[in-house]
T-cell receptor, first 114, second 115 residues
Framework: SQTIHQWPATLVQPVGSPLSLECTVEGTSNPNLYWYRQAAGRGLQLLFYSVGIGQISSEVPQNLSASRPQDRQFILSSKKLLLSDSGFYLC?????????????FGQGTRLTVV | AQSVTQPDIHITVSEGASLELRCNYS??????LFWYVQSPGQGLQLLLKYFSGDTLVQGIKGFEAEFKRSQSSFNLRKPSVHWSDAAEYFC?????????????FGKGTLLTVNP
């Protein structure tokens, strides 16, 4: 069966520090991968999606970047965190048909920038 | 652009009572519609989805939802709520017209279940 792993579960980082959140998927090949951010009372916002190694699409301009160095690995990064980067970050994957079939979410990372 | 509105931020029901969570969408064509549930500090799990056909769809955990095109609604229902249903519920719409990479989510409805 397919599983998605996301770590760390919680993270407290000072303003201006770098960030690296990692997500890996097991049990499937060539998934579409997604990073979402969830702010309190604001639902989920799609940040990035990827349809293949090295292929990243950004949905919103921001202080973050994403990379896909391997087929089932998706990394969310920042060189210098801002207070506004605090939130709950969710990684997700879907089959090649996309999210209109089903998206599968990781457990999330709670990021607090102090 | 597509959008989703969940009018109720927080709903409290008693265990055993019926439940209806409202969802209205804005989309130019027939959308792909979803309900996801999120337990505290966890990821999202798909409850049910609608693409076409029968407008009443059944999902997991005893949930169902009805697509009403005339009202642009996709309300989630459960006849008898269990304490374990306490969670946050998100309605989402997918783009049936081209991009299959983007889900647009509502802001969520937090469900509290009283014993």
């Amino acid at each position: 069966s397919q599983t998605i792993h996301q770590w760390p579960a919680t993270l407290v980082q000072p303003v201006g520090s770098p960030l690296s959140l990692e997500c890996t998927v097991e049990g499937t090949s060539n998934p579409n991968l997604y990073w979402y951010r969830q702010a309190a009372g604001r639902g989920l916002q799609l940040l990035f999606y990827s349809v293949g190694i090295g292929q990243i699409s950004s949905e919103v301009p921001q202080n973050l970047s994403a990379s896909r160095p391997q087929d089932r690995q998706f990394i969310l990064s920042s060189k210098k965190l801002l207070l506004s980067d605090s939130g709950f970050y969710l990684c997700a994957w879907s089959g090649r048909a996309g999210v209109n079939t089903e998206a599968f979410f990781g457990q999330g990372t709670r990021l607090t920038v102090v | 652009a597509q959008s989703v509105t969940q009018p109720d931020i927080h709903i409290t029901v008693s265990e055993g009572a019926s439940l209806e969570l409202r969802c209205n969408y804005s989309y130019g064509a027939t959308p792909y519609l979803f309900w996801y549930v999120q337990s505290p500090g966890q990821g999202l799990q798909l409850l049910l989805k609608y693409f076409s056909g029968d407008t009443l769809v059944q999902g997991i955990k005893g949930f169902e939802a009805e697509f009403k095109r005339s009202q642009s609604s996709f309300n989630l229902r459960k006849p008898s709520v269990h304490w374990s249903d306490a969670a946050e519920y998100f309605c989402a719409v997918g783009d049936s017209g081209g991009s299959n990479y983007k889900l647009t989510f509502g802001k969520g409805t937090l469900l509290t279940v009283n014993p």
